[in-house]
Structure formats: C-alpha cells, structure tokens
C-alpha cells in the first residue's frame, strides 16, 4: 500500500503562485510515477502533469504548459506541483496519485483545494 497526502492549496489571486506538495509513504517502491489530477465542481476529472520518479521525465496537459511544472525528491518521497500565473479556471481539488506508469493509477490521494480569486 502507498499512502499519499497533499497539501500546499489554499486561496489566491489571480496571476499568483502555489506550490503543491505530495508525500508518499508506505511501499513508495512500488510505484514508478505520480501523477497530478484536478476536478472542479461539476467537471470531470482532468489530468494535470505526470512524472517518472527514476528518470524525472515528465508530460503535461495541454491547457498547463508552460504555467505549471512537476518535480520529484526522491529522497523525501515527494512529488511537487508549482503553478504559476493562477487563473479562475484553475480553481480545483487537486489530486495526487501513484502507479505502474503514468497512464495507469493503483493509489490516490484525498485532494488539497486550490481557489484562485478575480
């Protein structure tokens, strides 16, 4: 089992930054790559960003280049979400998740909320 918690979120203006952290505990081995998702009210959920925890190669939704940026220390076996330039739209509960590869979850996170204000 792989234990994730995030944290990081909170309320912000727009065009500010947040860095958002996921921490695993557990048999963080198992899992090869984290990826972040987000899910606004009454939307599905999306995928965000995704990182290889050995390589540190990463991908990124369309609509999030070049604003967000995923990172890992695998020495705390932590996984980070910078964003920049927040806009309305951004405004979610972002999830972090584990697994296999990154199309393929086995463990989630609860979420940490993230409300950007105009």
């Known amino acids: 089992q792989v234990q994730l918690v995030e944290s990081g979120g909170g309320l912000v203006q727009a065009g500010g930054s947040l860095r958002l952290s996921c921490a695993a505990s557990?048999?963080?081995?198992?899992?090869?790559?984290v990826g972040w998702f987000r899910q606004a009210p009454g939307k599905e959920r999306e995928f965000v960003a995704a990182?290889?925890?050995?390589?540190?190669?990463?991908r990124y939704a369309d609509t999030v280049k070049g604003r967000f940026t995923i990172s890992r220390d695998k020495a705390n076996n932590t996984v980070y979400l910078q964003i920049n330039s927040l806009q309305a739209e951004d405004s979610a509960v972002y999830l972090c998740?584990?697994?296999?590869?990154?199309?393929?979850?086995?463990?989630w996170g609860q979420g940490t909320q993230v409300t950007v204000s105009s």
């Open positions: 998740a584990a697994g296999k590869n990154w199309f393929e979850y086995d463990y």
């Open positions: 557990g048999r963080t081995f198992s899992s090869a790559a």
């Open positions: 990182i290889y925890l050995s390589s540190g190669f990463s």
